[in-house]
T-cell receptor
Framework: KQEVTQIPAALSVPEGENLVLNCSFTDSAIYNLQWFRQDPGKGLTSLLLIQSSQREQTSGRLNASLDKSSGRSTLYIAASQPGDSATYLCAVRLLRGSTLGRLYFGRGTQLTVWP | DGGITQSPKYLFRKEGQNVTLSCEQNLNHDAMYWYRQDPGQGLRLIYYSQIVNDFQKGDIAEGYSVSREKKESFPLTVTSAQKNPTAFYLC???????????????FGEGSRLTVL
């Protein structure tokens, strides 16, 4: 069974800092890895998706990397802002033969960026 | 706008009652999922469906039931057999199959169920 771990569980930083959120997984036979953002009481919003053949993806101030062999992904947030405050979750989707497998989620990193 | 619509957003239920949460998508996705989220527990998979008229149990299916009669709709019924139903419920969907598929998952805004 795939285990997904996110470190740290919570992070509180002043505005302007560059941040690194970590995600590790135990089964390297993944199809993709997806990073989400969740605001309190809301659904999950997709931030970045990295296919298993890719090493990184970028969107604005966000950059996600993937090292399949070591079972790790990092989400880098540049020049953090108070509006970045949210919970960030990573999820890995497995490949099962000729079909897509299910996703496994980490428990998330709760980020607070203060002015 | 394409997306996933969950209703109701908030629902209160008395013990012993069944309730049904609605999930509708207009993304033309084959696969749909129901997750439960509790504080400190992360997302747990309840049921998923990869095609119309077919669905599979996830990790915590006991006390829940689903149907998939239409591609766009995947309602979840929380039955009286579910011992601790108070939670935040999230519906998601993705394209099915592998050909040209990124496998990206999209979520609705969630439904919060409270048992009184």
């Amino acid at each position: 069974k795939q285990e997904v771990t996110q470190i740290p569980a919570a992070l509180s930083v002043p505005e302007g800092e560059n941040l690194v959120l970590n995600c590790s997984f135990t089964d390297s036979a993944i199809y993709n890895l997806q990073w989400f953002r969740q605001d309190p009481g809301k659904g999950l919003t997709s931030l970045l998706l990295i296919q298993s053949s890719q090493r990184e993806q970028t969107s604005g101030r966000l950059n996600a990397s993937l090292d399949k062999s070591s079972g790790r992904s990092t989400l880098y947030i540049a020049a953090s802002q108070p509006g970045d405050s949210a919970t960030y979750l990573c999820a890995v989707r497995l490949l099962r033969g000729s079909t897509l497998g299910r996703l496994y989620f980490g428990r998330g990193t709760q980020l607070t960026v203060w002015p | 706008d394409g997306g996933i619509t969950q209703s109701p957003k908030y629902l209160f239920r008395k013990e012993g009652q069944n309730v049904t949460l609605s999930c509708e998508q207009n993304l033309n996705h084959d696969a749909m999922y129901w997750y439960r989220q509790d504080p400190g527990q992360g997302l747990r998979l309840i049921y998923y469906s990869q095609i119309v008229n077919d669905f599979q149990k996830g990790d915590i299916a006991e006390g829940y039931s689903v149907s998939r009669e239409k591609k766009e709709s995947f309602p979840l019924t929380v039955t009286s057999a579910q011992k601790n139903p108070t939670a935040f419920y999230l519906c998601a969907s993705s394209i099915g199959g592998l050909a040209g598929n990124t496998g990206e998952l999209f979520f609705g805004e969630g439904s919060r169920l409270t048992v009184l």
